[in-house]
């Protein structure tokens, strides 16, 4: 077949994650004909929940929607209703628990204050022997924000055991996202818009899937010429290396284990998300299921989330974006430019970035508009 052959479809979609399933909603409602493959038995990508007697498990961790960016918000929702859910996880160390974010009931836990001017003493107190510093690591980068108790107590072993690696080893850049707040709020996010879709998130991929073609358990690259050829473009959301056969090296990730277990009773911890800091312990999370959804069934589901060595086979999560790695990526993103011209790259794997969902909707609005020449947030009402 030659290019100017008649191809039934416009789209070969390679993944139904968030990328996919949002590149081809939008695709299909600009008249295109998608073909939509996943190498999983599901769709939804890392989202994908599995119902237990009416308790959506988040089958790949801990998902929760949150976003400054309205348009993405009327977006999610018109497509599905989102219930309030506010993400306020707590910290379990030496036995005790600490409220996150930082913030003014973490430090009346720590230190007793109870005023802002109180902490913000007891800060410069705990931060003044680093407050010269210029970070040029993630261990002196939390010294110079948060000072020593914090630091050892709720960060030090939950990060070394998060990447596997000495704080002193890891990018300042990780811990930017705890941020201090001197207000007695425990909303893990700051963003205007937050919560999850009634009914689990397969109801979102299913909303955005809506009429559209799918394949699945098909491993685009078994098949990958014959299944280029069945469409105009490829929308390819899988790792960046894969795709070019690990031409310039394999790019690193973290992984992460997951312990599922069915609990005979009704709540186990109180909330829906308990982190672990203590080096000695293994897992870095509990997540309890069902508070994500106020649930009130009589049994819960609980997951015990431990971080793993990644090595290829095993299921990527976190890109690992330091120097070598990022050097690798921007090798294979310039071989795309040079030679893959029919071929749009997005989402987390293929653009090596470690996105939140919104970013992730963000990232397929943004290459769409550029390749219809439209302005998608001005269609959504
Ligand atoms: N972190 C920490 N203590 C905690 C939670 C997070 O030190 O109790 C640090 C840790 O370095 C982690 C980073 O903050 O890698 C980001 O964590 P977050 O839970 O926001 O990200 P997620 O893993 O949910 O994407």
């Not at 800091?277 to 989330?305: L, M, N, P, S, Y």
């Amino acid at each position: 077949m030659n290019s100017s052959t008649p191809k039934a479809y416009d789209f070969l979609i390679v993944g139904a994650g968030l990328f996919g399933a949002t590149f081809a909603y939008w695709a299909t409602q600009f008249g295109k004909k998608c073909l939509v493959i996943d190498q999983r038995s599901h769709t939804g990508g890392n989202t994908f929940c599995e119902d237990y007697n009416g308790i959506q498990v988040h089958k790949y961790g801990a998902h929760i929607f949150h976003t400054n960016h309205e348009p993405i918000w009327k977006f999610v929702t018109g497509l599905t209703p989102f219930n309030r859910y506010t993400n306020s996880p707590l910290a379990n160390c030496d036995g005790k628990l600490y409220n996150l974010p930082f913030n003014m009931n973490t430090f009346y836990q720590l230190w007793g204050v109870i005023t802002p001017e109180q902490a913000k003493a007891k800060l410069k107190e705990q931060t003044a022997a680093y407050s010269h510093l210029e970070p040029a690591n993630l261990e002196e980068q939390a010294l110079k924000l948060v000072g020593t108790d914090i630091y050892n107590k709720l960060i030090k072993g939950y990060t070394e055991k998060q990447w596997g690696q000495s704080a002193k080893d890891l990018p300042a850049f990780i811990i930017k996202r705890l941020p201090l707040r001197f207000t007695y709020d425990n909303n893990y996010f700051s963003d205007k818009f937050q919560g999850i879709p009634i009914g689990g998130y397969n109801q979102l991929t299913a909303a955005l899937l809506k009429n559209i073609e799918v394949k699945l358990n098909v491993n685009f690259f078994e098949d990958q010429n014959s299944l280029r050829n069945i469409a105009q473009h490829t929308v390819y959301t899988g790792a960046i290396d894969d795709f070019f056969d690990h031409t310039f090296g394999t790019l690193e990730y973290r992984s992460l284990d997951f312990k599922h277990n069915v609990l005979d009773t009704d709540n186990y911890q109180g909330n829906a998300v308990v982190n672990y800091c203590d080096a000695h312990v293994a897992h870095t999370r509990i997540i309890e299921h069902k508070h994500f959804e106020f649930g009130t069934q009589a049994h819960t589901v609980i997951t015990h989330e431990y971080p793993a060595a990644w090595s290829k086979g095993a299921e990527r999560y976190y890109p690992v974006n330091n120097d070598s790695n990022n050097k690798i990526f921007k090798q294979y993103q310039q071989k795309a430019l040079a030679t893959e011209a029919n071929v749009i790259f997005g989402g987390r794997l293929a653009e090596y970035t470690y996105y939140d969902m919104h970013q992730v909707i963000g990232s397929a609005i943004h290459k769409l508009n550029l390749f219809f020449e439209k302005d998608i947030y001005q269609l959504i009402k």
